[in-house]
């Protein structure tokens, strides 16, 4: 499994991770492919979700690493991936559901 250093986040994600991990424990994020869920990244309790040698690590955000799935990765690449949290209702499996609030990708190319 590769491992980049192609993700951050703004405080008020690092702030809603520090509260969940408090709340339910090792989670980690997967940038979904934009079936069920849209193309939201999805918070998880650690072991709900089979994480393979298909998925990339970009790394970890409040120590929570997260993935993506390789072939989303190639189109993705060029882009360096900021989390930040918006008001509303993101993916269903997504832990912070519940808080009326969902995390969210800003890209930008990488430099």
Request: hydrophobic residues 35%; negative net charge; charged residues 25%.
């Amino acid at each position: 499994m590769e491992q980049l250093k192609a993700v951050d986040a703004t405080e008020a994600a690092r702030s809603l991770i520090r509260e969940l991990k408090e709340e339910h424990g090792n989670l980690i994020f997967h940038q979904s492919g934009g079936c069920c869920d849209g193309s939201s990244p999805m918070c998880l309790k650690e072991g709900t979700m089979i994480i393979g040698d298909a998925d990339v690590k970009l790394g970890e955000v409040e120590g929570v690493p997260f993935y993506m799935h390789h072939r989303q990765y190639e189109y993705w690449k060029h882009t360096r991936l900021t989390l930040d949290v918006v008001d509303g209702i993101g993916g269903m499996f997504s832990v912070e559901g519940p808080r009326g609030v969902r995390f969210h990708i800003r890209s930008e190319p990488i430099k």
